[in-house]
């Protein structure tokens, strides 16, 4: 009996730990359940990321055109004494040597515009009345992104009015989220891509998802990215003082300090 040893416990290599099948079913059912919850607001702070990207590399894009365009023409208000539609082309004429141009349409309005279906900010369709009009002179850059200009004549302003979609006709295709309006202005004598602020100082105009009576919902959202660079709006509904606050710098240049 000497040297011999006691096992309390025998012990087979064959008898290992392992999870049963109704707790592996389990554990794949809690993350699917996660996943669930969690997937929606990653993809959304994704796709959120691309649009406030492609958003800024159409801005600078456009900025930069301007600016070597006004060294040679001046700012855009002096580029179309007329004041007339037909000033879309001869804004485009001017600005198109400093862009990369990928296809121009003019003031055609081909059937692929009318299957892009465009809508306000709050959800309502725009139509073809108000995205991408025969009135706006139509052309793509070679990355893809869609620019109609055309003129803004009102109240003695005259200055070109840019529709931006920053990817195509890819979607969502809504203003404040891949479809913005710019204008070619002027600030202190300097080109400035700003925006027309006149349509869009009104509650539920300017920049909120809520539904609203106005026309052109979300149409000053581009001036609150210029200004803060976030997409905000998204999130919350954005009152009309913090907006006005936000672009009162980046208004078409009326000889006013102030929105009143």
Partial sequence: MRNRLIHLFSYSPRKRAAFTLAEVLITLGIIGVVAAMTMPSLISKYQEKVWLSAFKKSYSVLSQAYLRASEDYGTANMWCAEKNTDCGKKYFDILSPYLNIGQIWGYDRPNLFNKASYRDLDGRGMGPVNAFTTSHYKFAL??????????????????????????????????????????????????VVGGYSLWWLYDNVYCKTEKGSGWWSGGGCSLWIISTGNMDYLHRNLTLDEWQNAVKNLLLDLHKDSLD
């Fill in 142 to 191: 070679s990355d893809g992104t869609v620019i109609g200009i055309s003129d803004i004549s009102s109240q003695d302003i005259n200055s070109a009015l840019l529709q931006v979609d920053i990817n195509g006709f890819r979607g969502p295709n809504q203003l404040g989220k891949d479809f913005f309006y710019f204008s070619l202005i002027r600030r202190d004598d300097s080109p």
